[in-house]
């Protein structure tokens, strides 16, 4: 059976209200009467009643993140971050994935869950410009995330899209490239992560004199490592020429630069490659692989600090506010010119190479 608050103050020698009090953090308490309730409470492993304390003070110390796919890397490592930076400030977050599809981010927002929350973060992905109107009716405190809806009618934080799109392109051509092949796009987007990417390397050609060709832009569905594989395999049996590729997501990246190294392409010199986002496995990819990392905890910590102001404004005296966080070029082996460090077998002495190793031994990899 749980641990009552009754048990609790029996044990401290206090009373029932006193270890309310303490749990609810009021200021008035002498430390040492402090102290010893969150003694007793540790040595029972008592767990206070979030729903009886949600009901007095208004407050459930949860938040929501709707996020479209953990499958995608870079989501998993912003849920990550937005986790990390609401545990600092004492919040729990509760995430829901939505898949991309509208009927469930719009069951998200309006379901008996979002009643358990102070307020939510969204990243949108379903819901376009044409959706402001649905925001309004959502009565919670929330702050949107990514590129579908901006000017709406609460706070919006996004990356730097078009810049960090344009910054790669330019890198590609500093590097010497002409050709360079766009992967990602999606067929008549412009407001979105695509159109916006689409939009900064087109600036970047532009400003270097380099004629547009659409042969080179490449569209893939849902920016996985299959969508870039798929793309790429398209395009090889098109015989179409290119020396160099921004792909408009890491996954993207990786998934293209696979079949292009079993086509026996190298990388970067024949094709230099790369990607956005700054996932983790771009670090440890043969070659690593060159990205733009668009600040995902500069995002989660701007983001989470908005809602809260959000949530201690009942009365919505706070104008929506946009905000457009930082982004780092981060050059790899993949453009950079600089050959991946070579991998050579290390044998368990006295077997030969190819030959199975002794019962409990190996071979093993290494730089």
């Known amino acids: 059976m749980s641990v009552t608050m009754r048990e609790v103050a029996s044990v401290a020698g206090v009373s029932i209200k006193t270890v309310s009090n303490v749990i609810n953090d009021y200021p008035f308490i002498k430390p040492a009467t402090r102290q010893r309730v969150l003694d007793a409470i540790d040595e029972l492993h008592y767990q206070p009643n979030l729903s009886a304390r949600s009901l007095r003070l208004g407050r459930s110390g949860v938040i929501g993140l709707i996020i479209p796919d953990l499958r995608n890397a870079y989501f998993a490592e912003l849920a990550d971050a937005v986790m990390r930076a609401a545990a600092l400030r004492g919040l729990s977050v509760l995430i829901e994935q939505v898949g991309g599809d509208r009927e469930s981010e719009l069951a998200a927002l309006r379901g008996p869950r979002s009643r358990l929350l102070d307020g939510v973060l969204y990243s949108v992905l379903a819901l376009d410009q044409d959706d402001v109107g649905v925001l309004e009716e959502i009565d919670i405190p929330m702050v949107l995330l990514g590129e579908r809806i901006f000017h709406g009618p609460t706070d919006h934080v996004t990356m730097a899209n078009v810049a960090g799109a344009e910054a790669a392109t330019s890198h590609l051509i500093a590097a010497g490239r002409r050709r360079i092949l766009a992967l990602g796009a ?6 979105g992560s695509a159109g916006l990417r689409l939009t900064g390397y087109r600036a970047a050609l532009e400003a270097a004199g380099i004629e547009f060709d659409d042969r080179l832009v490449r569209h893939a569905g849902t920016w996985h490592r299959r969508d870039g594989a798929e793309a790429m395999r398209i395009l090889l049996d098109d015989g179409v020429e290119f020396d160099g590729m921004f792909a408009f997501n890491d996954a993207l990246a990786l998934g293209a630069m696979r079949v292009l190294q079993e086509a026996g392409f190298r990388i970067p ?72 460090p070579k991998i050579r077998r290390r044998t368990v002495a006295g077997v030969r190479p190819g030959a199975a190793a002794p019962a409990g031994g190996g071979a093993r990899w290494e730089p």
């Open 186 to 191: 999606h067929e008549g987007e412009v407001i």
């Open 269 to 340: 010199r024949d094709v230099a490659v790369i990607g956005f986002d700054d996932i983790d496995e771009t670090r440890y990819s043969l070659p690593t692989l060159s990205t733009i990392a668009p600040g995902k905890d500069e995002i989660a910590e701007r983001a989470i600090a908005m809602l809260l102001e959000r949530i201690d404004d009942p009365h919505r005296t706070i104008a929506p506010r946009e905000v457009e966080t930082a982004f780092k070029l981060v050059v790899r082996e993949s453009s950079s010119g600089k050959a991946a």
